[in-house]
């Protein structure tokens, strides 16, 4: 059975470090993220690793992995998903995520999802969407 469900994060750290290229260029740069959780998901200090590719000071696209313990509709347990996303000039950034199979642990253990956030700069808490399936609710 399908559930769909929402809530949001709020971004807790935010470390980016650069790998290569030129400020204001194409530029490569790693951020360790921490964030928390509420709504459906409830996780506090979340492990979120982005490799970020910058086309300019403003433009770009990342990809990420972010390691999520607490609880997911009240069941408890751990997962990771994995992020790709793009930003543009106008500060808008949207992603797509899913988790990665096998990566689910505990009361969680089989979830299968993707799911969605649109995050504005300069706004800490975000909305996310969670479409997914949980073999033990099956039935």
């Known amino acids: 059975m399908t559930h ?15 790998v290569a290229g ?3 260029g194409a530029r490569i740069a790693h951020a360790a993220v921490t964030n928390d959780y509420a709504g459906a998901v409830e996780a506090a200090g979340t492990s979120c690793e982005y490799t970020i590719a910058y086309t300019n000071d403003t433009v770009g696209a990342f990809v990420g992995y972010e390691y999520i313990e607490g609880t997911l509709d009240g069941r408890k347990g751990s997962f990771v998903v994995e992020q790709r996303g793009s930003f543009g000039a106008d ?3 949207e992603c797509s995520f899913s988790v990665l199979p096998g990566s689910a642990t505990g009361e969680l253990a089989g ?17 996310y ?9 099956a039935g």
Do not use: N
């Open 4 to 18: 769909r469900t929402s809530g949001t994060f709020t971004f807790a750290h935010w470390d980016e470090k650069p």
């Open 22 to 24: 030129a400020d204001g």
């Open 91 to 93: 500060g808008v950034i």
């Open 111 to 127: 979830l299968t999802g993707t799911g969605t956030f649109t995050a504005k700069g300069g706004q800490s808490t975000t909305p």
């Open 129 to 137: 969407t969670l479409v997914y399936d949980l073999p033990a609710l």
